[in-house]
């Protein structure tokens, strides 16, 4: 088999399996499977691909073709300047959750002091890890309830050299970190799918963990429960972003207007969607 070929009949497979970027996709198998980067795939164009790297894309494509994400086949995902590794242990890391981070990252530029930061609901440490590079940045908390998702993401931080500014915990939200007012800032994209809309999600989303995507009845269980728990845990003037659903922007404000917040601002994603919900605890 060429790659030509194997690129050809790679995406008529993913095609035939609704996969709408079939191409492009192709490409990144064809491209694992052979080792090399995807830009380079111009470079071999007609030349025959070993019988290794066959059986490892008919198997990745095959996998692919059920609906299982492409993460989870590769065991990769790429987040702004990290590529994670990833399982169905944990959530694919989203395009979204970078608006996120890059909006921590500026509020560290101008942070007074070394930042203690908490990423609640780490999962493969995405968040964690990018907070963990900012030189900013003392100690980040990785906490979830998943033992499995915090052995990913203590992989990940080892890969990108930054395991000994993190400090990773299995908690219930916030239950197990120590000490009040104490953090600078928490993030946290919590699960926020409405328990009854899950069956209806995208093929892909069957596969990621349902601990992930859960958010109770309204969706927003958690991350109400995380704000008040937020109230005691942030130091004055301390700052709280959250990763939110699309329709749910206006009942997390309203929230928030109960508690002792301030410079409360609701941040569009690249579809102008609400996505991040930024807060700062007053100073007294």
């Not at 060429?2 to 490409?27: F, N, P, V, Y």
Request: glycine share 6%; hydrophobic share 45%.
């Amino acid at each position: 088999m060429t790659l030509d070929e194997a690129l050809r009949s790679t995406s008529k497979l993913l095609s035939s399996a609704g996969i709408e970027e079939s191409w492009t996709e192709s490409e990144y198998l064809v491209a694992a499977a052979l080792n090399i980067p995807k830009v380079r795939l111009a470079f071999h164009r007609g030349q025959p691909i070993s019988a290794v790297s066959e059986r490892s894309l008919k198997k990745w494509r095959r996998e692919r073709a059920q609906r299982k994400p492409l993460a989870y086949v590769l065991g990769e995902q790429p987040f702004g300047n990290l590529v994670l590794s990833v399982t169905p242990s944990v959530l694919v890391p989203r395009p979204e959750t970078e608006l996120l981070v890059e909006r921590a990252l500026k509020i560290l530029d101008a942070a007074p002091r070394r930042a203690i930061c908490a990423d609640i609901g780490t999962g493969s440490g995405n968040i964690a890890i990018s907070l963990a590079q900012h030189p900013e940045v003392d100690k980040v908390f990785g906490v979830d309830i998943s033992e499995d998702a915090l052995a990913v993401a203590r992989r990940n931080a080892i890969k990108h050299g930054v395991h000994g500014r993190c400090e990773w915990r299995q908690s219930d939200l916030l239950s197990a970190l120590p000490g009040a007012a104490r953090l600078d800032m928490i993030t946290a994209n919590l699960p926020y799918v409405r328990r009854s809309e899950i069956k209806g999600l995208a093929p892909e989303l069957q596969w990621e963990p349902r601990l992930a995507l859960d958010g109770g009845e309204s969706g927003l269980e958690l991350i109400f429960r995380l704000i008040q728990q937020a109230e005691a845990a942030l130091r004055p003037q301390g700052t709280l972003l959250l990763e939110i659903g699309a329709d749910q922007g206006n009942d997390v404000l309203a929230q928030l207007a109960k508690g002792p917040w301030t410079s409360v601002r609701l941040w569009e994603d690249l579809a102008k969607l609400p996505r991040i919900i930024e807060a700062r605890k007053k100073a007294h």
